[in-house]
């Protein structure tokens, strides 16, 4: 059974930094490029980050680039997305998602995805 773990998120102040950690596990993590997704209230799910099964091949939403960066961990199976210089419109609940065949900016083409944890950055 698959399982996607998000952690790290948290309330800061706008230009402070979270780091947040996404542990997989279920599933050969070598095998699956992963991604950062957001969903503000009211929103839908928004492409943040990606990366690739070596980490060689990386992608960020143009509002994120410079503040934002994604890595992985293939030993540990886990993902991570340092967030530094945060904003207010940074506020939302982030998932970590798996998808087999390479990356995506399309949330619906991602086969297993996190229960999300909450970023709330204050102004």
């Known amino acids: 059974q698959v399982q996607l773990v998000e952690s790290g998120g948290g309330l800061v102040q706008a230009g402070g930094s979270l780091r947040l950690s996404c542990a997989a596990s279920?599933?050969?993590?070598?095998?699956?490029?992963m991604a950062w997704f957001r969903q503000a209230p009211g929103k839908e799910r928004e492409f943040v980050a990606a990366i690739g099964l070596t980490g060689g091949n990386i992608y960020y939403t143009d509002s994120v680039k410079g503040r934002f960066t994604i890595s992985r961990d293939n030993a540990k199976n886990t993902v991570y997305l340092q967030m530094n210089s945060l904003k207010p419109e940074d506020t939302a609940v982030y998932y970590c998602?798996?998808?087999?065949?390479?990356?995506?900016?399309?949330?619906?083409?991602?086969?297993?995805w996190g229960q999300g944890t909450q970023v709330t950055v204050s102004s």
């Open positions: 998602a798996a998808r087999r065949s390479g990356y995506a900016m399309d949330y619906r083409a991602y086969d297993y």
């Open positions: 279920g599933l050969t993590f070598r095998s699956y490029a």
